[in-house]
């Protein structure tokens, strides 16, 4: 039994060095206590309300999210905005639907089966309204990004003015944590920028930690649902393990040899 | 097979068994004679069976929702992420049941290595068990490909090219595996066709791994050649069923724990972005199951020499049995061999890591030597060794260790070891 716990302790082991392996070049990012990570991690409600709201106001005029849906909105384990909030939230979207019985196409207010409405017509509009860069689609930003949610929080708040030496083309940034350090956003939040109908303070670490936990929803939304299975499951592993350890015990006793 | 003919108790059962000896296998399957001493090193068999079977059901659940499709790859794997029942489930069970899947073979091969499982009588099994890896390892790739993710596109474009090293016929080749002149539609679903297909192949090649393995029956820790049945076996069921359980529901603890609570650390961020043929990622890395090959691809510097190297890095495998000249199998007799087994291990981690990291300055040279080493150990100690190692005398069986007094006999014991531990 001994030698079998070895055993595994050495798997963990070897499993755990290994995504250090892919870890090239480590940069030391800001980050903040996540309520979705560990074993019971849940999303805060209000965080991933005001993160949708941080992301309908600033974001959103880029940033498309075209895994999105309006019901998404009001799904469990999301924002859960109630249904007539989320509801009024689509229809306050314009959509173009159609073609309808003369052949026309037509725009409509947003329903709940829709998906969110892009910002742009396609890429090529998209590049060339941000100086031939593309804003990319936030649906799964954040499994996209090789720091995850603490890079998306730095770089929210990463910018500063760039050390001497380095010079920025028009339309070009700097930000410490991006790859280059070079960006083509332009700094996007601000203290007070916008007005949370909750009262909490707008500041730019507010704002940035709000959407960062949206866009980690919208990346995962069944993330609090895999928490739950996972724990339930896990336990129900380790009590069958215990049980079959004991009748292997009890089969392997008939023998003189121990396992 | 079996050493004593087998007869079904009912009449029913008789008729049927006459016609199609069903009956016959599982009696023989139920009671195959089973060294008594195996340790959980073994246990890895059965798990690998489990993966198996777990990656072809989820494989045909995600089938139905996955389209194959440059244009909706992506979008419906998202699709099953977010819309399908349990899909995300489904999904990550699939994603890393892979990584599962290839830890739990590199055990079950490097575990044929400490034993000495390769050596006569057992050089089929072993060299169907060198194809099924390959297939998984095609298998694992073309699979990556699938969600047509960055990684996926520009990992296909890495790989396919490497055909284009082959002189006169290679440009032809790639344009051929490609069904067009750069990775693209035609590409995704040949591959999706052949990732459906290639997993049917390695379960048809286990059915003939375990036969083949049941003609000599198992090797064991101390490698000798056991009496079946005797009283240094037992029978299959219930002891090596109930000991394979207990490993493989721990191996499922492991399983659960990346499922439910880091799906994404075995694979690449990277692949969150669909492909773009105008944009090459910083760094392009395959799975980690198959870094150490990569290091020895690029530790080459020309490039028809690098695939040379890096294929005959899994083909050296198959001539193992006769590049160990040694008659005794296990390491446990094998006191030189023992140390150089685990520098091979070393080594093959080593070529893991530097595989992961950009290929220049002294990642490149840990490469080269690294890969020098690699194959040094194939083909030069090995051979060496068999003739000039002092090999400890070996029991002549598992339960009468004879030769009485020798020291070694007490490590050839299951349950010595574990004293030394305490």
């Known amino acids: ?259 | 097979m079996s050493d004593h003919e087998y007869i079904p108790k009912s009449n029913f059962g008789k008729w049927f068994n006459d016609r199609l000896p069903l009956l016959t296998l599982a009696n023989h399957l139920t009671d195959y004679p089973t060294p008594k001493n195996l340790n959980y090193w073994w246990t890895f068999g059965g798990i690998l069976t489990f993966c198996l079977i777990t990656q072809i059901v989820t494989g045909l659940v995600l089938a139905m929702h996955y389209i194959a499709h440059a244009d909706m790859a992506f979008d419906s794997v998202e699709h099953i992420m977010r819309d399908v029942n349990y899909g995300w489930l489904i999904r990550y069970i699939h994603a890393n049941g892979a990584s599962m899947f290839f830890l739990a073979v590199y055990i079950h091969i490097f575990r044929s290595l400490f034993y000495g499982s390769y050596k006569a009588p057992r050089e089929i099994i072993w060299i169907i068990g060198i194809i099924i890896y390959l297939l998984m390892m095609a298998a694992a790739f073309m699979g990556y490909v699938l969600p047509w993710g960055q990684m996926s596109f520009w990992g296909a474009t890495v790989i396919t090219n490497l055909f284009s090293a082959i002189p006169l016929v290679g440009e032809g080749i790639v344009t051929w595996l490609w069904g067009g002149y750069s990775v693209d539609n035609p590409t995704l679903t040949r591959f999706f066709t052949l990732h459906y297909l290639i997993p049917f192949l390695i379960l048809g090649l286990v059915v003939l791994h375990i036969w083949a393995l049941h003609v000599p029956g198992n090797n064991n820790p101390i490698g000798i050649d056991v009496k079946k049945p005797s009283k240094d076996t037992v029978p299959f069921h219930p002891y090596i069923v109930i000991k394979d359980a207990f490993a493989l529901l721990m191996f499922m603890i492991v399983f659960a724990f990346f499922v439910f609570y880091t799906p994404n650390i075995l694979g690449h961020a990277d692949n969150y972005i669909e492909a773009n043929p105008l944009v090459t990622p910083a760094h392009i890395v395959p799975e980690w199951y198959l870094l150490p090959f990569y290091a020895i691809l690029r530790s080459v510097p020309d490039k028809l020499m690098g695939v040379i190297a890096m294929l005959s890095a899994i083909f050296i495998l198959a001539a193992l049995p006769w590049l160990d000249t040694s008659k005794i199998r296990s390491a446990v007799f094998r006191p030189l061999y023992r140390q150089f087994y685990w520098i091979l291990v070393a080594d093959v981690l080593i070529l893991g890591y530097v595989g992961a990291m950009p290929a220049e300055g002294l990642y490149l040279l840990i490469a080269r030597v690294a890969t020098a080493y690699y194959f040094l150990h194939f083909l030069v100690i090995l051979p060496i060794l068999g003739f000039k190692e002092r090999t400890l005398p070996v029991p002549l069986s598992i339960t009468e260790p004879i030769l009485g007094g020798s020291s070694n006999l007490a490590a050839a014991r299951d349950d010595s070891r574990l004293e030394k531990l305490k």
Not at chain 1, 76 to 83: A, I, L, M, S, V
Not at chain 1, 174 to 185: D, E, H, Q
């Open chain 1, 1 to 259: 039994m001994k030698k079998f716990l070895n055993l595994f302790f050495y798997i963990i082991f070897s499993i755990s060095f290994l995504p250090s392996a892919f870890a090239a070049e480590k940069v030391e990012y800001l980050t903040t206590d996540w309520s979705f990570k560990g074993l019971f991690g849940k999303f805060d409600r209000a965080a991933l309300q005001r993160g949708y709201h941080v992301y309908t106001e600033v974001c959103s005029s880029c940033h498309s999210m075209k895994y999105l849906s309006y019901r998404n909105l009001a799904q469990e384990g999301g924002p859960e905005f109630t249904e007539a909030e989320a509801k009024a939230i689509a229809a306050s979207f314009e959509v173009t639907d159609g073609p309808n019985s003369d052949g026309e196409m037509f725009t409509r207010p947003a329903k709940l089966s829709d998906k969110f409405v892009m910002p742009y017509e396609n890429v090529k509009a998209a590049q060339a309204a941000n100086g031939g860069a593309y804003p990319p689609d936030m649906s799964v930003l954040v499994k996209a990004r090789g720091g995850g949610v603490d890079y998306i929080y730095s770089l929210l708040q990463g910018y500063e003015d760039p050390p001497a030496g380095i010079t920025l083309d028009d339309g070009v940034y700097y930000n410490k944590y991006m790859y280059g350090n070079k960006i083509k956003m332009a700094n996007q939040l601000s203290d007070g920028l916008i007005e949370y109908s909750d009262g909490t303070k707008a500041t730019v670490e507010q704002m940035s930690k709000d959407v960062t936990t949206f866009l980690m929803w919208a990346a995962e939304p069944h993330l609090e649902s895999r928490h739950k299975m996972g724990f339930k499951a896990i336990v129900y592993l380790i009590i069958l393990t215990i049980l079959v350890y004991f009748s292997m015990k009890r089969i392997w006793s008939r023998i003189e040899t121990k396992v």
